[in-house]
């Protein structure tokens, strides 16, 4: 396997003896990524995580990658700055990858800001695998829940490079679902997630 960004020079590609349709085959259903896009506030992480729990009661092996509990781990070593932020994404979009391999269902929930990150994070992925979700809320009603305050300290100046006040947010163009979140409740929005899987013929 060749990789013009591997700085690293005698890597050999190793093939598993078990490969992703062999998983698939063992879980009952076809691996796929549902990548959560959106504002902060704007529900991702809480939508994930009921989807997470529904398809988990329907015996379907999932996932649910949020943004902050990375942010504690495999990315505690970057801030928010522009370069951070598209190193955050290209990391969890091959954490993804390679739960994909496994034909796990994995949900994200990053607000991922650019395009062109969440496009290499979906280049990654045989195509038909990768489903691009917004999650659209309005700044003004992120501000008026802000759940964790963090869109009154960076109104007060105190968190520079905030999504949304003082970095730019650049929306889908064309989303696999959008989720209307200050329209539909919670119930509506994971519903509409999991038809989506059902109509993609993912489960």
């Known amino acids: ?9 005698n890597l050999v590609w190793h093939e598993g003896y078990v490969q992703g349709e062999d998983f698939e085959a063992r879980n009952g259903h076809r691996g796929a990524v549902v990548w959560f896009t959106g504002l902060s ?3 991702k992480s809480t939508i994930a995580r009921e989807v997470e729990w529904k398809l988990h009661e329907a015996g379907k092996r999932c996932y649910a990658l949020d943004g902050d ?3 504690h781990g495999l ?8 370069e951070d932020r598209v190193e955050n994404i290209r990391r969890i979009g091959e954490v993804a990858k390679l739960f994909h391999e496994t ?3 994995v949900l994200t929930a990053f607000i991922s800001p650019y395009r062109a990150d969440r496009d290499i994070a979906r280049n990654l992925l045989p195509a038909g695998s990768f489903f691009e979700v917004f999650v659209d809320c309005p700044v003004d009603e992120c501000i008026s829940r802000d759940p964790k305050g963090l869109y009154k ?3 007060d100046g105190v968190i520079p490079n905030f999504t949304g006040v003082s970095a730019p947010y650049e929306a889908p163009e064309a989303p696999t679902l959008t989720l209307p979140t200050a329209e539909l409740d919670l ?10 899987l059902r109509n993609q013929n993912i489960i």
Request: one cysteine or more; hydrophobic letters at 35%; glycine letters at 16%.
């Open 75 to 82: 990315n505690k070593d970057l801030g928010f700055s522009p």
């Open 103 to 105: 034909g796990t269902i």
């Open 153 to 155: 300290k960076a109104l």
């Open 41 to 43: 506030g704007s529900g």
């Open 69 to 71: 509990n990375i942010r």
């Open 1 to 9: 396997m060749q990789d013009s960004g591997v700085k690293a020079s």
């Open 187 to 196: 119930g509506q929005c994971v519903d509409n997630v999991v038809a989506m």
